[in-house]
């Protein structure tokens, strides 16, 4: 892991961006540390792209006293181009033109090798960040793609709690790796999210393996997360990762 | 309204019993009045045998700073006992213990004469509460039958915001007068409840017409709302009543 820049915000709130590899991303840090951490995964616009969600995020995390990351996925931003991704996602975009269902074997081809890819490298990430000075466990995760965290919250024992957002279509293998999931979990459902099968999201949920897990659903399309919900879900952290 | 016996509890609130009628009722009051009302509607198991949830959720309401009441339902309780409403109960047990579906005949002579009842009678609560000194608008309903609730939020314009629990049979009627509900909602789901159905839940969610309403989904049975979905449901009432 390499730093290429800090600035600190005025809310003293350090931003440092860094390289890890290949791997672009972006490390906020609290004024007091050792501070626990939130793994703050990107929606897979790109992070230039999400800049600014995620730095209000890591902003009011570090409010909370937590510190955050966030890395690129692959094919994201400015990482190199993933063209078997570009045409998983192409013939995505075809099927939901033509009105048709999402046959599954789009949705696997989509979804599975993203997640093959994207769990070892915020592991890789994972192991990166707990060496550096000021950041002290537990660990929690917060993010976009809700397969990727799904896979991480099995596969991944150093993960303590997870705020999760559904909104992307799930593989039916995913489904039976959920019943495997025993942390506390926190799902955010944007009720009428116009990009997402609320029936799948339901389904997902149910099948989470958690003893304790939390649905809220809440009005508004895919980008509309009221803010009382990201406060609930900030509460969800306190609650679990201090 | 005549209270009929005051106390005061270690916290400083006062709970002071009533009648209305020969509708018996209790009120909590917290020292610092004017305080905004909340209406404590219990579930039809009777004030008595429900008196120790209502009272703790009475007093974290009065460390909020609100005022809350309860009144029995028609025929719970101490009331006059209601022959309809337990041939409509009977039924009910007698088709679930058969293990088919529940008729919607059944609901609606179990639910709808219930409502019919139940909501004027708050209307009259709420008359008499608010010209009490130390009441003041605006009001909130937090209630057990969500059917109650639900025709209360349209006809009763004096309610600004209401919890609602999803863990009773809905009359399709009733899925009907949801879609003229405005004001904001906080509906509660278990999502095992062993008496209740979950899609019935779902669609009733669905039908409110209400802009801002958002669906908290727990695990476990009936009675195990966790607590913090209890500290949730109070901050809504903070962000609405305040």
């Known amino acids: 892991m390499r730093f290429t820049s800090e600035r600190r915000l005025d809310d003293a709130v350090v931003e440092r ?10 490390l ?69 033109e033509a009105g048709g269902p999402v046959g599954e074997e789009i949705v ?11 769990v070892p490298e915020w592991q890789a990430a994972l192991d990166a960040l707990l060496g550096l ?8 995760y917060s993010g976009g793609v809700i397969s990727i965290g799904t896979r991480l919250a ?44 609320r029936q799948a999201a339901l389904d997902l949920f149910d099948a989470f393996g958690s003893e304790e897990k939390t649905l809220h659903a809440n009005m508004g399309g895919h980008t509309g997360v009221p803010q009382f919900a990201g406060d609930a879900a900030a509460q969800f952290f306190a609650r679990h990762l201090k």
């Open 28 to 96: 906020w840090t609290p004024p007091s540390v050792p501070a626990p951490l939130i793994l703050l995964s990107p929606p897979p616009l790109g992070l230039r792209k999400t800049y600014s969600r995620l730095a209000d995020r890591a902003r009011h995390a570090a409010a909370d006293g937590f510190a955050t990351a966030a890395i690129e996925l692959p094919g994201s931003g400015e990482r190199p181009r993933w063209p078997a991704a570009e045409r998983a996602l192409a013939d995505l975009r075809g099927a939901l």
């Open 17 to 26: 961006e860094f390289t890890l590899g290949e791997i672009p991303g972006i």
């Open 108 to 118: 696997d081809n989509l979804i599975l090798p993203l997640v093959d890819r994207a």
């Open 133 to 140: 000075p000021g950041i002290g466990g537990p660990v929690g």
């Open 154 to 197: 099995v596969v991944e024992p150093r993960i303590s709690a997870a705020v999760l957002f559904a909104g992307s279509f799930v593989p039916r293998a995913i489904l039976a790796e959920a019943r495997r999931v025993t942390i506390p979990l926190h799902v955010l459902l944007q009720w009428d999210d116009e990009g997402n099968d």
